[in-house]
């Protein structure tokens, strides 16, 4: 059952797939590894675990990381990668955000993957995939559907095993402290 859940890769062939984690530069897996660390702490605060990073794509400046909150703020809405984008362009005074890439270690929800076309996000790069929820590769992909106007460089399932043992390890504690 367990195995179902936050794969390395999405098991719908008849959904546009991401570029493959062989194409994550070097600065994306950086982030990563800031973005599995800001999983941890949701995780430590009863979140579930996913992080997020937005950081300039040519100079690599980290411009904003945030982290599950939908708990403590009872927000539906608090989605790491929401977010981080949302503080990104509040801190760069700019909705559009063209020249950042995203960085997030669950595959985006289609509020989420909306909201990263809304903010015209010119890279997104992702960990586990997420067969229940994912809207950028395993249900849809509303990242590579030509009839929106924006189409951002989609990169999936880097550091996939580590986020996706983060998670699997969350729910399985979740549901063992429920019984
Ligand atoms: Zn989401």
Redesign the pocket.
């Known amino acids: 059952m367990l195995g179902r859940f936050f794969k390395a890769r999405s098991v719908n062939a008849g959904v546009p797939q991401p570029l493959g984690p062989e194409h994550a530069s070097g600065t994306d897996r950086t982030m990563m590894a800031r973005a599995i660390e800001l999983a941890r702490q949701a995780a430590a605060a009863g979140e579930a675990p996913i992080g997020a990073v937005v950081y300039e794509t040519a100079s690599g400046t980290i411009i904003a990381e945030a982290r599950n909150t939908r708990e403590a703020d009872a927000d539906p809405c608090g989605?790491a990668?929401?977010l981080a984008v949302r503080a990104a362009a509040s801190a760069t005074g700019d909705w559009r955000l063209n020249h950042c890439t995203l960085v997030v270690t669950l595959e985006?929800?289609c509020?989420?993957a909306g909201t990263l076309l809304n903010a015209r996000v010119g890279r997104v790069v992702f960990g586990a995939f997420d067969p229940k929820a994912g809207a950028t590769g395993s249900l849809m992909n509303i990242l590579a559907d030509g009839r929106l106007n924006h189409k951002p460089v989609l990169i999936g399932g880097v550091e996939a095993d580590a986020c996706g043992a983060l998670l699997r390890s969350f729910f399985k504690d979740l549901r063992a402290r429920k019984r």
């Open positions: 989605h990668e929401l985006p929800c509020m989420c």
